[in-house]
Structure formats: C-alpha cells, structure tokens
C-alpha cells in the first residue's frame, strides 16, 4: 500500500555511549525524524513508503536521502535545494539522569520550502494513508503552510490522514501550537498522542491521572478521547502511555477508542532501554501497519506497542524490524532467546 509522510528529516550527532557533550571527542553519525522513522518503519512492513521533504543538493543532504533508500523508503517527491539540513545533538542519559537534545535546524531547508514546490495532487494520487506530525508546522510558518497544504490534497483524494501530536517546547509554545494545530485537526482521522501532547496541542487533559507514577483513570480517559472525536471528528483517538521510572527503565502501553471500543494494551516493562527516540515514531507506524492489515483495532494496538517496544532497543531514530519480529513479541514471546 502506498503511504505518504511529511517532515523534516535531520542529521543526528550522538555522544558514544552514555557519555556527556561536554567530555565527548567525537559524535556517532546517524539520521532521523519523526516522519522519516515512520516511513522506514512502514517499508520494513512491506509498503510503498514515500517520504515528502526538501534537501539541499550537497553531500550531506544526498547522504540523509541515501539513509532512506537504505531501508527501502521510496524518495521521488524529495525537493533538493535550500541551504542546510538540521542538526540535533543527543546525550543519552542513564539512570536518573536524563537524556539531552540541543537543535541546531533553524532556517533547514524544508524549513523555509514553500508549497509550490510540491505537487500535492500527484503524491497524494493512489496514496491509502498520509502520516505528518506536530513537528512539521512547529519547525516554521512555511512547514505549517505546507502541512495544511498535504491535507488538503489528502482528503481531495480520499486518503485516510493520521497525525502524531508530538508537541515540541524548544519549538513553539503551547499558545503558538493550539492556534496551528487545532484548526489542522479537520483533517485528520486518526490522532495519536500522549496526555500531554493532547493538553499544550489541543487543550485537552484528563483528570486524574498520573502515568510517571503509573496512576491511570481509564473513564477520564475514554471521557477525554470522546470529547476529542466529537470537537475535531477523528474517528480514532490513541494514546501512549510512559512510565518513566528512570532513562534506563520505562513502563509502556496504549489506549485506543473508536467511539465504540476502548481498549488498553499489554503493559511491557523495558529495562534496560538502548536508545528511545524514535519510540513515539515507531509506534505510528505499527498503529498505521495494524489499522490497514488487521481484522480490529485491538490488533492494531498490540502490534503498534510491540513494536515500539522493540524500538527501545535499537540504536538510531530508525525501528529496524521485522512485521515477524513485532508479531512473535505480540504473541507473547519476549524472552530474547538467541534465534537459531
């Protein structure tokens, strides 16, 4: 199935191991972003993933668009030119210490793209599902403008449209990204989100509920989730839920609700985590995977957590495996014995 997302994809520069930047000599090499780590995810599936996002012409633009191809992504609607690709650093934390992120993507190429280099209605014809996040309208005026630009070309064509709040503090206030995202939401089917990306994005919080301590309120939950539908119209809500019980150590499931079924997943405890970016990502594109394949949403939720599961730990914004993988961990084997 052929299925579209949209974003900024960025050079990544980590501290090796757990080092800090401040006593690191050198940075490993890797690159990802929130779209970009769904699309290689959905062609690890087996689908026509293609990624929309401009880049310049050097050798490090080509060198992201190469990261890609790699793992299957199909690049034929990646514009070229503008004057650099962003950067983040990242210090993976341990323990108590948390991991860091410091951005230097201001002024990125796709950044400052405008809509009139994209051809919308041809990448969006034949397309069965478009996939974007908060990210893209937060990185500049021109990536929300082009954000609404691919929904409406979305909807033109019938495409189903799923959007992962992922609501970004060093990029916009809570202010700036209700005033975007809100009126965005008309066009989106299937929104995925934490409960604070639901509150800063939307304005939305259920009461009650405390998941760093592990405390839920499920009827606040299902009570918010239905509030959602009925304002903005989506037909499905989900939610991940992260305990972090330090940032080696995170508790992880789901809620979903079709304004018929609401239905938690399987709790997985993850200990020790390898690398959890990407994790939010991966879990996109298990629920995107599920919701196309399978038979229930029930389905679509244990495949989408397991899957991101097993994106803990994998080095990389990439989620570099298998629908075999994330099915033999949904059905219930996670013990990690040596496959021979």
């Not at 974003?7 to 690191?24: A, D, H, K, Y």
């Not at 478009?130 to 019938?158: D, Y």
């Not at 879990?283 to 994106?311: N, P, R, W, Y």
């Not at 990389?316 to 075999?324: A, H, K, P, R």
Request: proline letters at 2%.
């Amino acid at each position: 199935m052929k299925i579209v997302t949209l974003g900024e994809i960025m050079l990544r520069l980590s501290t090796p191991g757990n080092t800090r930047f401040v006593q690191s000599d050198s940075f490993d090499v890797v690159y990802g972003g929130g779209e970009a780590n769904v699309a290689v995810s959905l062609a690890n599936y087996g689908h026509d993933a293609y990624y929309v996002t401009k880049l310049p012409k050097h050798e490090i633009g080509q060198a992201a668009v190469n990261a890609l191809r790699r793992f299957g992504v199909h690049t034929d609607y990646i514009v070229r030119g503008g004057e650099r690709i962003g950067i983040y650093y990242l210090e993976t934390g341990a323990s108590m210490r948390p991991s860091k992120i410091v951005y230097d993507r201001a002024h990125s190429a796709i950044a400052e793209a405008g809509v009139e280099e994209f051809d919308f209605d041809v990448i969006m014809e034949g397309a069965h599902w478009f996939h974007w996040s908060g990210i893209t309208p937060a990185i500049s005026a021109a990536g929300a403008q082009l954000t609404k630009a691919a929904c409406i070309a979305a909807k033109k064509h019938g495409v189903r449209v799923s959007c992962d709040l992922n609501y970004r503090k060093k990029l916009w206030t809570p202010q700036q990204a209700q005033a975007v995202m809100r009126d965005l939401m008309q066009y989106v089917d299937v929104c995925i989100g934490n409960e604070e990306d639901a509150e800063l994005c939307l304005g939305f919080k259920p009461e009650g509920t405390d998941v760093t301590s592990g405390k839920l309120d499920l009827d606040g939950y299902k009570k918010i989730f239905a509030q959602m539908r009925e304002q903005f119209g989506f037909k499905t809500v989900c939610t991940t839920l992260r305990e972090s019980f330090s940032a080696t150590h995170n508790g992880w499931s789901a809620l979903i609700y079709d304004g018929q079924q609401f239905y938690q997943s399987r709790r997985y405890d993850i200990e020790p985590i390898v690398d959890r970016v990407g994790g939010g990502d991966s879990f996109s594109a298990g629920l995107i995977h599920g919701l196309l394949t399978m038979d229930s949403q029930e389905e679509a939720l244990e495949f989408a957590v397991a899957a991101s599961a097993l994106k803990h730990t994998i080095h990389g914004d990439f989620n570099l495996v298998s629908e075999q993988e994330v099915q033999a961990l949904a059905g219930g084997d996670g013990s990690g014995r040596v496959q021979r």
